[in-house]
């Protein structure tokens, strides 16, 4: 009875290891599927969270993305993590399987599973068969060194695939942030998780029939080169496409469009981003007809007043006073100025059907007129049109003639020409002169004078003798020109080069030296 009690005892620590040994197995086996799964699921994320941002969230795009990774990560789950778990493995097959790693047991331990369990009592030969495969079992340190290095190799695996992903999620491009998040959110729409987008001026617009609309596009979360809008006019089903012009201030796009006599639809593409559908609604309202302007320039220019009959941009002397007389297509009860950044504008007085204002340019900016219409509100009656102040110039003066040093006895005479200009009037045009770098004496070749002579060509005679030189003395000369702005703000005066005339001797005689 002992010896049966001591034999179950041992069949006991037998079948113990076994399922040791399969569980540690298991365990192995579920450490490299899940980093199996990890890895080849992450790669799959990746692709699918790259396509979805070179198709720039398309709403199609996102939804077979979603669908493909969901279900790469299903069956992966399934061929990777549960199948291995799920497969039966007998005690005869984890002892084989330990017989293989371990030789040392020398068959022992398969032929001690079998025939543990067996129904009846051990003999003698059974009882010395599990005796030696325990005995055996515990020299190979009851199988634990067999899956000992596989299972380190395989947590260490699992570590560096966990390590990769997670370093290529925190410092990974930023759109895998975005497009995972929507990816891995069923809920989420695409519009909106989408980085991308255009943001287009003015959207839908009423405007006046026949009028022109400025049409601006900014680029959000991309940069681009092009930027193309699809127009659809009236009920045409044909899409006309342009290319629109980067603007010079900022990052927008800009495209004007011509002569809108009927409704008309278009939409704002680039890099395969979309903008919604924007229509311009035209009716008959005010809008501009026709611009007058009196420029009143500066006082100091000397200039008459100079008018330009329908016009529109501006470009004058900086601190020139603008008069503007529009004339609208229909009638309308007022109108009113705004320029660049302003919501409401100054009102212009209403005289004889038409309306009139003015201001002063200071600085660059637009401006755009506005007229009352339906309901009492006002709406947009013209184009932007430009305000560009010019800047006064100095003058420019130079020595004509000679125009370069010279060589003269003190008797001779030097004639001397100056020519000066200046874009809005020349005021005093002088030439200076010293003689051996004393004191500065002038000569004036041209007053001040309103009325503003914008070009001038004068001369001067130095009589040489007049001034008592002497061999090796030194006249020097030079002209000054100012403008008509000369001793107010900003006025300008500029100096000719310099030229020399050294005074030699009456005459001299050379021989041939011996």
């Given at each position: 009875m002992q010896r049966w009690a001591k034999t179950r005892n041992t069949e006991h620590q037998l079948l113990g290891i076994v399922r040791d040994v399969r569980?540690?197995?298991?365990?192995?086996?579920?450490?490299?599927?899940?980093?199996?799964?990890?890895?080849?699921?992450?790669?799959?994320?990746f692709v699918a969270t790259f396509g979805i941002d070179r198709l720039r969230f398309d709403d199609g795009a996102v939804l077979v993305f979603r669908i493909l990774l969901w279900a790469a990560a299903a069956g992966l789950v399934a061929w990777f993590v549960v199948r291995p778990l799920l497969r039966r493995v007998s005690d005869a097959q984890v002892a084989l399987y330990l017989e293989e790693h371990e030789p040392s047991l020398k068959a022992a331990f398969l032929a001690a599973i079998e025939?543990?369990?067996?129904?009846g009592a051990p003999s003698g030969l059974d009882a010395r068969l599990l005796e030696v495969a325990a005995r055996r079992a515990r020299r190979v340190d009851r199988g634990r060194r067999v899956e000992r290095d596989r299972l380190r190799r395989s947590t260490a695996w699992f570590a560096g695939v966990a390590s990769a992903v997670l370093l290529v999620a925190l410092f990974g491009p930023a759109f895998q942030g975005t497009a995972g998040s929507l990816l891995l959110s069923p809920w989420q729409t695409a519009d909106a998780a989408n980085p991308y987008a255009i943001t287009v001026e003015p959207g839908d617009a009423l405007i006046a029939r026949g009028s022109d609309q400025l049409v601006r596009a900014f680029p959000q979360?991309?940069?681009?080169?092009?930027?193309?809008?699809?127009?659809?006019?009236?009920?045409?089903?044909?899409?006309?496409?342009?290319?629109?012009?980067?603007?010079?201030?900022?990052a927008a796009f800009e495209i004007l469009l011509f002569d809108l006599d009927e409704p008309t639809d278009y939409t704002v593409t680039s890099e395969g981003v979309r903008s919604p559908v924007f229509t311009i609604e035209v009716a008959d309202l005010p809008y501009v007809d026709r611009i007058d302007l009196e420029y009143r320039?500066?006082?100091?220019?000397?200039?008459?007043?100079?008018?330009?009959?329908?016009?529109?941009?501006?470009?004058?002397?900086?601190?020139?006073?603008?008069?503007?007389?529009?004339?609208?297509t229909m009638a309308t009860e007022a109108a009113r100025l705004a320029f660049d950044g302003e919501e409401e504008g100054t009102a212009l007085e209403p005289v004889d059907g038409a309306f009139e204002t003015s201001f002063t340019v200071t600085g660059e900016t637009f401006y755009r007129l506005e007229f009352m219409g339906p309901g009492n509100r006002f709406v947009i009656g013209s184009p932007d049109y430009l305000v560009e102040p010019l800047d006064d110039q100095p003058p420019g003066v130079r020595i004509a003639e000679p125009g370069r040093d010279t060589r003269l006895s003190p008797i001779e005479e030097l004639y001397v020409e100056v020519e000066a200009e200046d874009d809005f009037g020349l005021g005093q045009v002088e030439l200076l002169y010293s003689v051996n770098g004393g004191e500065e004496s002038s000569r004036v070749l041209h007053g001040t004078a309103r009325g503003g002579t914008t070009q001038l060509s004068g001369g001067h005679t130095f009589f040489l003798e007049e001034f008592g030189l002497e061999p090796g003395d030194v006249l020097s000369y030079y002209a000054r020109a100012t403008d008509l702005r000369a001793?107010?703000?900003?006025?300008?005066?500029?100096?000719?080069?310099?030229?020399?005339?050294?005074i030699r001797p009456f005459d001299r005689n050379f021989r041939q030296a011996e």
């Open positions: 569980r540690r197995w298991r365990m192995r086996q579920l450490i490299q599927g899940v980093a199996v799964t990890l890895g080849i699921g992450f790669a799959v994320f025939r543990a369990g067996s129904p979360g991309f940069e681009t080169d092009e930027v193309e809008v699809a127009v659809r006019r009236g009920e045409s089903e044909v899409w006309e496409r342009y290319f629109m012009t980067p603007a010079a201030e900022d320039f500066p006082a100091y220019t000397g200039l008459s007043p100079r008018t330009v009959e329908d016009g529109g941009d501006i470009a004058v002397l900086r601190g020139t006073e603008v008069r503007l007389r529009v004339t609208p001793g107010g703000p900003g006025g300008g005066v500029e100096s000719s080069d310099i030229y020399f005339v050294e």
